[in-house]
Antibody, heavy 123, light 108 residues
Framework: QVQLVESGGGVVQPGRSLRLSCAASGFTFSNYGMHWVRQAPGKGLEWVAVIWYDESNKYYADSVKGRFTISRDTSKNTLFLQMNSLRVEDTAIYYCARDLGPYQLPGDYFDYWGQGTLVTVSS | EIVLTQSPATLSLSPGERATLSCRASQSISNSLAWYQQKPGQAPRLLIY???KRATGIPARFSGSGSGTDFTLTISSLEPEDFAVYYC??????????FGQGTKVEIK
C-alpha cells in the first residue's frame, strides 16, 4: 500500500534552516510528481512546491520562492524540502503528497498524503 | 489569479441528511476541480477529481458536479464519519495549485 512518512519538523528560530524528508513506499516513486502542502494551525491548505516525476521542473509558491528548495532522491525513495530563512509565518504542518496518476507534467490533484510534520518558527 | 470561494463556511446537519457544498471559481476552470475531506488531526483525503470522478475507495454517497465556475459536492445521506472539513482545489498554469478556504460540516 502507498505510504508517505514525513520527518524533520521541529521548533526553529526565525532566520534559521530546517530540512524535511518524506519517505515513500508502496509505489514506483520515480514515476510520480511529488508536492509539499502546508497548513498553518487552525487554517486552510496552502500548496508549497512541486517536483516533476522526471525532475525536469520544480515550482514554488510565491510565499516561499527563493527560500525553499524541493528535491528528491530516487535511489532512496525520498522527497525533501530544504527550508532556509524561516519566518514565523512558515509555522505549519507540512504534508508531502503524490500526484494523482504517474507521468503527469504536471499533475492536477493529490491522491495520497503523508501524516504531516509540524514546523514551528519562534524565537 | 483564480480564487476559489467555498460556501457556506459551516453546515450544521444531522446524520442521514443531505449535504450540499459549493465552490465557486473566480474564472472558468473547465472541470479541473477536486474535493478533499479532512478530519481533525488527519491529512486530507481525495474524494472527487475532474469535478465528478470519485477517487478510489470513495463511497457512492459522495458525488461532485459542475463545470466552468460553479461546482457542488453532495453527500447524499450523512454518515457519522462524514462530519469533517471539506476543501475544493484547482490548478492553473500561472499560480500553481490553490484551495478554497474550506466548509466545515458539523453535527446539528
Amino acid at each position: 500500500q502507498v505510504q508517505l512518512v514525513e520527518s524533520g519538523g521541529g521548533v526553529v528560530q526565525p532566520g534559521r534552516s530546517l530540512r524535511l524528508s518524506c519517505a515513500a513506499s508502496g509505489f514506483t516513486f520515480s514515476n510520480y510528481g511529488m508536492h509539499w502542502v502546508r497548513q498553518a494551525p487552525g487554517k486552510g491548505l496552502e500548496w508549497v512546491a512541486v517536483i516533476w516525476y522526471d525532475e525536469s521542473n520544480k515550482y514554488y509558491a510565491d510565499s516561499v520562492k527563493g527560500r525553499f528548495t524541493i528535491s528528491r532522491d530516487t535511489s532512496k525513495n525520498t522527497l525533501f524540502l530544504q527550508m532556509n530563512s524561516l519566518r514565523v509565518e512558515d509555522t505549519a504542518i507540512y504534508y508531502c503528497a503524490r500526484d494523482l496518476g504517474p507521468y503527469q507534467l504536471p499533475g492536477d490533484y493529490f491522491d495520497y498524503w503523508g501524516q504531516g510534520t509540524l514546523v514551528t518558527v519562534s524565537s | 489569479e483564480i480564487v476559489l470561494t467555498q460556501s457556506p463556511a459551516t453546515l450544521s446537519l444531522s446524520p442521514g441528511e443531505r449535504a450540499t457544498l459549493s465552490c465557486r471559481a473566480s474564472q472558468s476552470i473547465s472541470n479541473s476541480l477536486a474535493w478533499y475531506q479532512q478530519k481533525p488531526g488527519q491529512a486530507p483525503r481525495l474524494l472527487i477529481y475532474d469535478a465528478s470522478k470519485r477517487a478510489t475507495g470513495i463511497p457512492a454517497r459522495f458525488s461532485g458536479s459542475g463545470s466552468g465556475t460553479d461546482f457542488t459536492l453532495t453527500i447524499s445521506s450523512l454518515e457519522p464519519e462524514d462530519f469533517a472539513v471539506y476543501y475544493c482545489q484547482q490548478r492553473s498554469d500561472w499560480q500553481g495549485w490553490t484551495f478554497g478556504q474550506g466548509t466545515k460540516v458539523e453535527i446539528k
